[in-house]
């Protein structure tokens, strides 16, 4: 536990675009080095604000790069929590799972003193966060607890964007709607800098069905009945790993971070590919 | 082949259990998945892939195919069953006596009032023992026209057997030449063994002059061979005498006659036959009535060569046969004999050769017995067509209710349709098992 508390004090979950967050309500107080500190160039990316491009440098090589800054940017973090009923799926559950990733997540955000805004995909409650690490945690066990898994994630309303653009989005979700690339495409529009954790369950992601089955869609209630058989089940990878890669082609797209875990990954791991 | 019943019932009852069964069987676990989509995909993969193993040709080829067998199937059961529904048996005797001095006519009419049902033609010389083809009525017809008398001599066993059997069958029977039943009527005569097995019944009618022969079951059975009857001198007439019970019957005042007389003549059409002479006890005589137990003997009436002498003991094999009162103890045949009347003996008879040349002189003799014959024979068996026509059929008549047009005969005899509930079954089935499947791949 303390090891995993020393990763996440390590960690550094930040955007990879220059962000200029604003959101209503407390700032968290002071923040690590000065928003000035260059870190590096970075070829430029469609969505990445125009007064970051180095335009001297444009004018000598003709390439487009902006200037990439140091961690002390003042950024919101937007955690969005998959509250899908497909979320209850699986042995653990997604659900149970999501809670302490975002627990980590949380921890490793604050720590850095940025606001952090936990958001009911379903429902679109939210919660932010801007006290001490010690205060916030045990307030950000209670309101995931309190989530009700029943709505449908996606989309989300106008008012969410309204009121979160250039903020750095973390959605946890097991991105079963198909609506999920067009969430995607939204973050441009609004600015927003995207890590897409694809949550999966290891039932969901190597299903050990053999045999004949009425399936039914634990959301919409849709029927299937079908006879599964090892021809069958190498189709659901084929199809998983489709699905799971045409995620990924539309985050690489936009310069957004797809990682995918499932839920009999160790969390640590998990955590250091947030940090990168 | 018999495509729906009882195969029909057997599938409109077995396919539906069988599907079911194997449709229970499956393990089918109901399972709340997020990922349904995907296997809906994969569901509907897999169809698409099945419908392209299953070209469109192959399917209209299986299609066809079923099709086919239905109809064929239809067809063929159609002919077997609607025919065996309605068939009719005649037991035609085509030996050469009774063609002679019968005529098909009546029997043609007969068909013809009955058209639309289908026959079974047995021929007694011949294919008695065989089940028969089943023939239109036209077919029927035909083959009748064509028959050719035969000389061979009638084997009443088979004749016995095929008759019982078919009655046992339930099947309707209508026999029509005399000769025939003439025969089993002779057979009550005779012990009981497996030649005659199913014979119980015979008896005199003196109302007109027939010799009723009923089979086990009440089965079919009508006929007359006209014989008169005289004790001593003088005709029985009526009520006098009788055949009951394979016994002999009189009244008392013929008893009395029997009784001085001895003899009791039997006659074909004022033509004396044979002369019997019976074993007469005051002690059997009782309420008017008088039993004779047996016959004792039989005199031929007059000169008979050896011969024919031999043929007659074949008629009653078991009695004395005496020649002019001596007995002819050494011309006796084995009583297991069953041919009766065969056609040398009748053409005998007709020709006079039987008897002496005093009483055949006549030159009218053979044609008389001839006409005589015929028209007692149309009389009798128009008389038979009348009551198949006209009245309801025996209660063993009974219909196989196998068949596409299912029939029922009713009191009238007429047909009433019926529609098939195995078919009805299959083609629910059917639709449903389609309806299945269509909405499956929408």
């Not at chain 2, 050494?330 to 006079?352: E, K, M, Q």
């Amino acid at each position: 536990m303390k090891e995993l508390l020393g990763l996440l004090e390590q960690l550094n979950i930040r955007p990879h675009r220059n962000l200029q967050s604003h959101i209503q309500g407390p700032q968290p107080k002071g923040t690590p080095g000065t928003s000035e500190d260059f870190l590096k160039f970075q070829h430029y990316q469609p969505g990445d604000a125009l007064n970051q491009v180095d335009w001297k440098k444009y004018v000598k090589s003709k390439a487009l790069l902006t200037k990439q800054f140091g961690d002390d940017q003042n950024y919101t973090v937007v955690l969005l929590v998959d509250t899908s009923r497909s979320m209850t799926y699986g042995n653990p559950s997604k659900a149970a799972y999501q809670n302490r990733l975002i627990e980590g997540i949380a921890y490793a955000v604050l720590y850095r003193l940025h606001p952090l805004v936990l958001v009911d995909m379903g429902t679109e409650k939210r919660a932010l966060f801007s006290q001490s690490v010690n205060e916030s945690i045990p307030q950000i066990k209670k309101w995931l607890n309190a989530l009700e898994y029943s709505a449908k994630a996606l989309p989300l309303s106008s008012d969410f964007y309204h009121q979160f653009s250039n903020c750095l989005l973390i959605a946890v979700t097991d991105a079963w709607d198909e609506t999920y690339h067009s969430f995607i495409d939204q973050q441009v529009v609004f600015q927003n800098d995207l890590i897409l954790m694809h949550l999966l369950s290891e039932e969901e992601l190597d299903p050990t069905l053999n045999g004949s089955y009425l399936l039914t869609d634990c959301e919409s209630g849709k029927e299937v009945q079908l006879r599964i058989d090892q021809k069958k089940i190498e189709r659901y990878h084929k199809i998983m790993h489709s699905k799971c890669l045409a995620l990924k082609t539309t985050c690489a797209k936009y310069g957004f971070r797809y990682i995918n875990v499932s839920t009999s990954d160790e969390l640590k791991p998990v955590f250091v590919k947030l940090g990168r | 082949m018999s495509f729906l019943n009882p195969f029909g019932w057997l599938l409109a009852i077995g396919f539906p259990i069988v599907y079911m069964l194997s449709k229970n069987n499956k393990k089918q676990l109901r399972i709340d998945l997020p990922s349904i989509d995907i296997w809906r995909q994969i569901e509907a993969e897999s169809l698409q892939q099945q419908t392209k193993k299953w070209s469109p040709s192959v399917l209209l080829a299986i299609q066809l195919v079923i099709v086919g067998c239905v109809v064929i199937g239809d067809i063929d059961m159609y002919k077997t069953f609607s025919t065996t529904d309605d068939v009719i048996t005649l037991i035609y005797d085509d030996s050469f006596s009774t063609e002679r001095i019968t005529s098909k006519e009546p029997l043609l009419e007969f068909i013809e009032a009955n058209k639309e049902k289908n026959f079974k033609v047995l021929f007694v010389n011949e294919t008695l023992t065989e089940e028969g083809q089943l023939l239109t009525a036209k077919e029927a017809e035909k083959l009748l026209e064509s028959r050719v008398p035969s000389r061979n001599a009638l084997d009443v066993s088979l004749l016995t057997n095929t008759y019982y059997q078919l009655e046992s069958n339930g099947n309707s029977v209508v026999v029509f030449t005399d000769k025939v039943l003439a025969t089993i009527a002779s057979l009550e005569l005779l012990p009981v063994d497996e030649s005659n097995v199913g014979l119980r019944h015979v008896s005199y009618n003196p109302m007109d002059e027939t010799i009723t022969i009923s089979i086990e079951n009440d089965g079919v059975a009508i006929q007359l061979v006209p014989l008169e009857i005289y004790v001593g001198q003088d005709l029985v007439y009526e009520e006098q005498l009788y055949i009951e019970g394979g016994q002999i019957k009189c009244h008392k005042i013929i008893s009395e006659q029997l009784k001085n007389n001895g003899l009791l003549s039997i006659s074909m059409h004022d033509t004396p036959l044979l002369t019997v002479k019976l074993a007469v006890n005051d002690s059997l005589l009782s309420d008017n009535k008088y039993t004779i137990p047996f016959i004792q003997s039989i005199d031929v009436a007059t000169d008979m060569d050896d011969e024919n002498l031999a043929k007659v003991m074949t008629l009653l094999p078991y009695v004395t046969l005496s020649k002019n009162g001596v007995p002819l103890m050494d011309l006796a045949i084995p009583a297991s004999s069953a041919v009766l009347y065969d056609d040398t003996f009748l053409d005998a008879v007709s020709t006079g050769t039987l008897f002496s040349k005093e009483t055949t002189k006549s030159p009218y003799f053979p044609l008389w017995i001839e006409d005589h014959a015929k028209a007692t024979y149309e009389r009798e068996v128009n008389r038979e067509i009348k009551t198949l026509i006209e009245k309801p059929l025996p209660s063993n008549y009974r219909i196989n209710t196998m068949g596409h047009k299912q029939s029922e005969v009713v009191n009238n005899g007429h047909k009433k349709e019926m529609i098939h509930p195995e078919l009805i079954i299959l083609l629910v089935f059917g639709f449903i098992l389609l309806e299945e499947e269509v909405r499956k791949r929408v």
